[in-house]
């Protein structure tokens, strides 16, 4: 079992930057890849970014790419999502999944066997 838990959201100026953190407890962190998916109201869930178990290879979704970047500190068992030049439809619950099943994470929400609570980004114009 892996438990995940995301931080750093908040409400901020449609222009302006957040750093989300999800820390993770349980198995070895190092051995699942990362995801961050978002949900906004209304809306169906959306691949935002994903990381390999050792880092080395990330992918992000392409409204997201030059804006967001997506890492991991093994050592903290944290995955960060750094999030620029934010815009009002960025605005969602942006959750942290680990997967088990890729090494390199996916865009699939349901190759992701563990998912946190989380954070609300609001974002004003």
């Known amino acids: 079992q892996v438990r995940l838990v995301e931080s750093g959201g908040g409400l901020v100026q449609a222009g302006g930057s957040l750093r989300l953190s999800c820390a993770a407890s349980?198995?070895?962190?190092?051995?699942?890849?990362m995801g961050w998916f978002r949900q906004a109201p209304g809306k169906e869930r959306e691949f935002v970014a994903a990381i390999s178990w050792s880092g080395g290879r990330t992918y992000y979704a392409d409204s997201m790419k030059g804006r967001f970047t997506i890492s991991r500190d093994n050592a903290k068992n944290t995955v960060y999502l750094q999030m620029n030049s934010l815009k009002p439809e960025d605005t969602a619950v942006y959750r942290c999944?680990?997967?088990?099943?890729?090494?390199?994470?996916?865009?699939?929400?349901?190759?992701?066997?563990?998912w946190g609570q989380g954070t609300q980004v609001t974002v004003s114009s």
């Open positions: 349980g198995r070895p962190f190092s051995r699942y890849a």
């Open positions: 999944a680990a997967s088990s099943k890729t090494d390199s994470g996916s865009v699939y929400y349901d190759e992701y066997d563990y």
